[in-house]
């Protein structure tokens, strides 16, 4: 889980902040990037997509970059993070465990609200429903508080020869990046090999 700062709103889900492919000179080898705001926890329940780079940001509603445009965080889906659940919807152990029914959850930050599960998922009757799903009923606003991002993932391992008697590895994870925090790289900040322009000038004087 990882909290965002105060002021956040979270774009993207189903639609929105991912690729789609528009007709450009008829040969369909062009795209756009289509974009929705998640202002509620129930409309923030997602599933990635990688076919279309589904992503999700989470923006400042008060701070700008250098560019004028809000700085946030975007949080990218990696190997493993799309994946579906390994069973039927309808399946018993949902009942203590429904937060795999989606990729992300997006709640507003409750310092009691600690697992995605609840507090005590073996113990608690399937009757008393706790964890996100729980949670995200209450269907609260997004727009400038601060927010949890719950992102699920997981690996469905097929097992090769290669994996015994010890398995190697299995790579699974995600993207936290930066998104828009600065007008350019802040990487671009070394000298050039020769320092005659007013740009290298610049630089100089930053070294």
């Known amino acids: 889980e990882g909290r965002g700062e105060?002021?956040?709103?979270?774009?993207?889900?189903?639609?929105?902040?991912?690729?789609?492919?528009?007709?450009?000179?008829?040969?369909?080898?062009?795209?756009?990037?289509?974009?929705?705001?998640?202002?509620?926890?129930?409309v923030a329940a997602r599933d990635g997509e990688p076919?279309?780079?589904?992503?999700?940001?989470?923006?400042?509603?008060s701070s700008r970059n250098p560019t004028g445009g809000p700085t946030g965080w975007r949080?990218?889906?990696g190997a493993g993070s799309a994946i579906g659940i390994a069973c039927d919807?309808?399946?018993?152990?949902?009942?203590?465990?429904?937060?795999?029914?989606?990729?992300?959850?997006?709640?507003r930050y409750v310092s009691s609200e600690r697992y995605p599960?609840?507090?005590?998922?073996?113990?608690?009757?399937?009757?008393?429903?706790?964890?996100?799903?729980a949670w995200t009923k209450r269907d609260a606003p997004l727009d400038g508080v601060d927010?949890?991002?719950?992102?699920?993932f997981g690996v469905t391992h097929a097992v090769r020869p290669e994996d015994a008697p010890v398995?190697?590895?299995?790579?699974?994870?995600?993207?936290?990046?930066?998104?828009?925090?600065?007008?350019?790289?802040?990487?671009?900040?070394?000298?050039?090999d020769q320092c005659n322009g007013p740009r290298c000038a610049g630089l100089q004087s930053r070294l």
């Open 6 to 42: 105060a002021g956040g709103e979270v774009r993207g889900g189903e639609g929105t902040d991912e690729e789609r492919y528009v007709r450009c000179h008829g040969r369909w080898n062009a795209f756009e990037i289509q974009e929705r705001v998640l202002r509620s926890e129930r």
């Open 51 to 61: 076919r279309v780079s589904r992503h999700w940001i989470v923006q400042s509603t």
């Open 75 to 77: 949080l990218e889906p």
């Open 89 to 107: 919807h309808a399946a018993p152990f949902l009942d203590r465990a429904a937060f795999l029914r989606h990729n992300l959850w997006v709640s």
């Open 117 to 133: 599960g609840g507090d005590f998922p073996n113990q608690r009757p399937p009757s008393r429903p706790d964890g996100l799903p």
């Open 147 to 152: 927010l949890v991002l719950w992102h699920v």
């Open 167 to 192: 398995m190697p590895c299995e790579r699974v994870g995600f993207h936290l990046k930066p998104h828009a925090f600065f007008g350019s790289s802040p990487c671009v900040d070394v000298p050039c």
